[in-house]
């Protein structure tokens, strides 16, 4: 069963305007979240998990069990934002063994 | 401090054939982590080895499996084939206990069954 919905394939963005990437779960128990990101001709590579409850980037993520969401922001989107991004969830001591999501394509313009 | 290698980093192979994928993990981890990524989607979880012994599969048939080495390099092995094991297979290594979440990613290989 799909744990982790990125309903956005793309999001096109202009530079200097906010921009938020949805990401929806499912799971019963008390996940651990995270957000990845591919950007061009480099690595996966962990932006932020939401233990930590920390700013990369200018990027954050709040976890909202009601809403079952952990939706990431960024206020002032810049060039060098553009990249592919990952929501992953990982269940209760299933340490590293993550369930992504599809992916959201974020191009930021001039 | 070395990152995640894979290799090879693209392959072609036709179906029923069999293949081994290498992965050494990054200067002081001792877990990796392999997954599925088909094109447009996320990585797929297909398993995880922690010092030498499988520790967690995902939703992968039998013939996908692994060995971890006392050096902590792996290697993903899959028989038989299918068309649908094309994908690009990530490795990932991570230290163990509270620091496991943090993966660190390899380029892939690219693998294509015709």
């Known amino acids: 069963a799909q744990r982790v919905t990125q309903p956005e394939k793309l999001l096109s963005v202009f530079k200097g305007a906010p921009v938020e990437l949805k990401c929806n779960y499912s799971?019963?128990?008390?996940?651990?979240l995270f957000w990845y990101v591919q950007y061009s001709r480099q690595r996966l590579q962990l932006l932020l998990r939401?233990?930590s409850r920390e700013s990369i980037k200018g990027f954050t993520a709040d976890l909202n069990k009601g809403e079952t969401s952990f939706h990431l922001k960024k206020p002032f989107a810049q060039e060098e934002d553009s990249a592919m991004y990952y929501c992953?969830?990982?269940?209760?001591?299933?340490?590293?063994?993550?369930?992504f999501g599809a992916g959201t394509q974020v191009v930021v313009t001039p | 401090e070395t990152g995640v290698t894979q290799s090879p980093t693209h392959l072609i192979k036709t179906r029923g054939q069999q293949v081994t994928l290498r992965c050494s993990s990054q200067?002081?981890?001792?877990?990796v982590s392999w997954y599925q990524q088909a094109l447009g989607q996320g990585p797929q979880f297909i398993f995880q080895?922690?010092?030498?012994?499988?520790?967690g599969r995902g939703n992968f048939p039998p013939r996908f499996s692994g060995l971890q080495f006392p050096n902590y390099s792996s290697e993903l092995n899959v028989n038989a084939l299918e068309l649908d094991d094309s994908a690009l297979y990530l490795c990932?290594?991570?230290?163990?206990?509270?620091?496991?979440?943090?993966?660190?990613f390899g380029s892939g290989t690219q693998l294509s069954v015709l």
């Open positions: 990932a290594s991570s230290r163990g206990g509270a620091e496991s979440e943090k993966l660190f």
């Open positions: 799971y019963s128990g008390s996940p651990e």
């Open positions: 939401h233990i």
């Open positions: 992953a969830l990982s269940e209760t001591d299933s340490w590293g063994k993550l369930q």
């Open positions: 200067s002081g981890h001792n877990t």
């Open positions: 080895y922690y010092r030498e012994e499988e520790n």
